[in-house]
């Protein structure tokens, strides 16, 4: 094909390429064009020109803090979906085990991972909810220390994203007995059975699970609170289906258990 000769069917092409309005296949096809035609190379530096000089008439933004945070985020769930990959691999290719004899949160860790395509768009999801802040409250968050956070995308038995769990210490500077903080997000949007309630259990590598609360969702999402020794050393978060009000931790889960997910680039 040479689009040479449609001399305006050219210049919109080569607009929308140098705008990056030209997304996926029709991108690809028209830079494959362009190695092939000089005309089409050409009309791409005329109008990739044109666009780089609008660009001094503009003053330099700085983007919000929240928008680098979602870039490291991104990046973060990349490396641990590549070795949560690993992971699988490995415990696939291990020796047989008799996953049924085990504890429930002993199973868990039997766990097969997401792609990092899920937990991308996982990531996206969640933030939604706390991107309406206002202005002043981000600039007054990005003034503040940053505290360390882990993320937990909880799966379903059919390894769907179901819940996204953000769990984040105080900020540097704050008091020994500050609790820590769990922010959840419902991806599903499954509803939960009335006279019953979800429960929030951390799991370690060594000990039982440890109750987090019930789980309560509003408009934001949900948002416990718990001390750094019940999350501490936690490597799966879990959500099991109680009775109305939860069930005492002592005697760990009593109902089934609905969705759990590794704790992913575990900083606590």
């Given at each position: 094909?040479?689009?040479?000769?449609?001399?305006?069917?050219?210049?919109?092409?080569?607009?929308?390429?140098?705008?990056?309005?030209?997304?996926?296949?029709?991108?690809?096809?028209?830079?494959?064009?362009?190695?092939?035609?000089?005309?089409?190379?050409?009309?791409?530096?005329?109008?990739?020109?044109?666009?780089?000089?609008?660009?001094?008439?503009?003053?330099?933004?700085?983007?919000?803090?929240?928008?680098?945070?979602?870039?490291?985020?991104?990046?973060?769930?990349?490396?641990?979906?590549?070795?949560?990959?690993?992971?699988?691999?490995?415990?696939?290719?291990?020796?047989?085990?008799?996953?049924?004899?085990?504890?429930?949160?002993?199973?868990?860790?039997?766990?097969?991972?997401?792609?990092?395509?899920?937990?991308?768009?996982?990531?996206?999801?969640?933030?939604?909810?706390?991107?309406?802040?206002?202005?002043?409250?981000?600039?007054?968050?990005?003034?503040?220390?940053?505290?360390?956070?882990?993320?937990?995308?909880?799966?379903?038995?059919?390894?769907?994203?179901?819940?996204?769990?953000?769990?984040?210490?105080?900020?540097?500077?704050?008091?020994?007995?500050?609790?820590?903080?769990?922010?959840?997000?419902?991806?599903?949007?499954?509803?939960?059975?009335?006279?019953?309630?979800?429960?929030?259990?951390?799991?370690p590598a060594q000990g039982t699970p440890r109750s987090l609360g019930v789980l309560v969702p509003g408009p934001a999402g949900v948002v416990l609170t718990a001390r750094g020794e019940q999350v501490r050393g936690a490597v799966v978060l879990a959500?099991?289906?109680?009775?109305?009000?939860?069930?005492?931790?002592?005697?760990?889960?009593?109902?089934?258990?609905?969705?759990?997910?590794?704790?992913?680039?575990?900083?606590?």
């Amino acid at each position: 094909m040479n689009i040479g000769h449609d001399k305006i069917l050219l210049q919109r092409l080569a607009a929308d390429y140098g705008l990056g309005t030209m997304r996926g296949g029709a991108r690809r096809r028209f830079e494959a064009l362009a190695r092939q035609q000089s005309a089409v190379r050409s009309a791409i530096h005329e109008w990739q020109g044109r666009l780089a000089g609008l660009t001094e008439l503009q003053p330099a933004v700085a983007p919000p803090d929240l928008v680098w945070q979602r870039i490291e985020l991104a990046l973060r769930l990349e490396r641990e979906a590549a070795q949560l990959e690993r992971t699988r691999r490995q415990l696939n290719t291990a020796p047989p085990r008799n996953a049924a004899a085990l504890p429930w949160w002993r199973q868990l860790f039997v766990w097969q991972g997401v792609s990092a395509a899920a937990l991308s768009l996982a990531l996206i999801t969640w933030w939604q909810p706390w991107s309406t802040a206002t202005d002043s409250a981000l600039q007054a968050q990005s003034q503040a220390p940053r505290a360390s956070q882990a993320l937990a995308l909880l799966l379903d038995a059919d390894q769907r994203p179901a819940w996204l769990a953000l769990v984040e210490e105080p900020q540097a500077g704050a008091p020994s007995n500050t609790p820590l903080q769990l922010r959840l997000q419902d991806l599903s949007g499954q509803a939960v059975p009335a006279g019953r309630s979800l429960q929030l259990w951390a799991v370690p590598a060594q000990g039982t699970p440890r109750s987090l609360g019930v789980l309560v969702p509003g408009p934001a999402g949900v948002v416990l609170t718990a001390r750094g020794e019940q999350v501490r050393g936690a490597v799966v978060l879990a959500l099991s289906l109680e009775v109305e009000g939860g069930v005492p931790e002592s005697g760990g889960p009593q109902g089934p258990i609905l969705f759990k997910g590794a704790i992913s680039n575990q900083v606590l």
